[in-house]
């Protein structure tokens, strides 16, 4: 599922196509290799930051990244999907080659949402199941081993800053978190989250979070798009500071309803 528009980091979308943004409410939003990380939905990820964000009356600017384009001058959020094995061999080399750049980002407080594959490649190795040991860029304090029973189905967990989050995995890399990582919930049952079984689910590490929620995870989950988005705002401008018409309120009111039924109906579905 890639977005027909994911051709380039030239490519950008706007509130208003013809319209230059507002340079004192533009936020500019790294989509990070969508041609080959993006599968189970992660696509919407993006757009639900394009959408709150234009109706906390900030201009999203959207740079589509893929491997040999060349990144923005300026990136205030990123977002990275899952992808499999072959998408990760693709993106692989440029992905090193961005590394640096990429921490750096991370240290200055950039927030990220890398799901599944790219949460794995934020960490410090990945250890195949044949014994191979591939190496992560190591903003995330996390390692992961590949077996051989994935972990499948609707997950529910409880974040100490987020409340319940609800999202879909399927993943067969098991994640450890070491001591300079957070997880970004608890998961509610047991065989579920990073690693079936130490309970966690996710990290997170400044404003930095991986997680192995697809579903799409922002739709379902607005509080952690509204902290990703006051984070890019804070980063640029160093205040969130939201100017939200009635219309947008209200948009924004029927947006968190839609949430909350999804979540209802995910959360009723076994794994």
């Not at 692989?92 to 949402?113: S, T």
């Not at 995330?140 to 997950?155: K, M, Q």
């Amino acid at each position: 599922m890639t977005n027909e528009n994911a051709t380039s980091a030239t490519n950008v979308t706007n509130e208003n196509a013809n319209d230059e943004p507002r340079e004192d409410r533009r936020l500019d939003i790294m989509s990070l290799y969508p041609k080959d990380m993006n599968i189970y939905g992660d696509s919407g990820n993006v757009l639900t930051i394009q959408r709150r964000m234009a109706l906390y009356g900030y201009e999203p600017v959207t740079h589509y990244y893929n491997q040999g384009d060349q990144w923005p001058i300026g990136v205030d959020l990123i977002l990275g999907g899952g992808g499999q094995d072959t998408g990760q061999k693709k993106i692989i080399k440029d992905f090193f080659a961005r590394a640096d750049l990429i921490r750096e980002l991370a240290a200055d407080g950039v927030p990220m949402l890398m799901i599944c594959g790219m949460y794995q490649l934020f960490g410090e190795y990945f250890e195949t199941s044949e014994g191979e040991k591939l190496p992560g860029i190591g903003i995330l304090d996390a390692h992961t081993v590949g077996e051989s029973v994935r972990l499948i189905g609707n997950l529910v967990e409880e974040s100490d800053d987020f409340g319940t989050v609800i999202g879909y995995e399927n993943h067969s890399g098991q994640t450890f978190l070491g001591e300079g990582a957070k997880p970004l919930g608890r998961v509610r049952g047991e065989g579920a989250g990073n690693n079936g079984k130490d309970g966690f689910e996710g990290a997170r590490m400044n404003n930095v979070i991986g997680t192995y929620m697809h579903g799409s995870l922002l739709p379902k989950n607005p509080r952690i798009a509204d902290f990703l988005i006051a984070k890019a705002a804070e980063h640029r401008y160093g205040v969130f500071d939201p100017q939200v018409t009635a219309s947008a309120r209200e948009e924004l009111d029927r947006l968190d309803q839609f949430a909350s039924e999804a979540r209802r109906v995910a959360e009723s579905r076994p794994r």
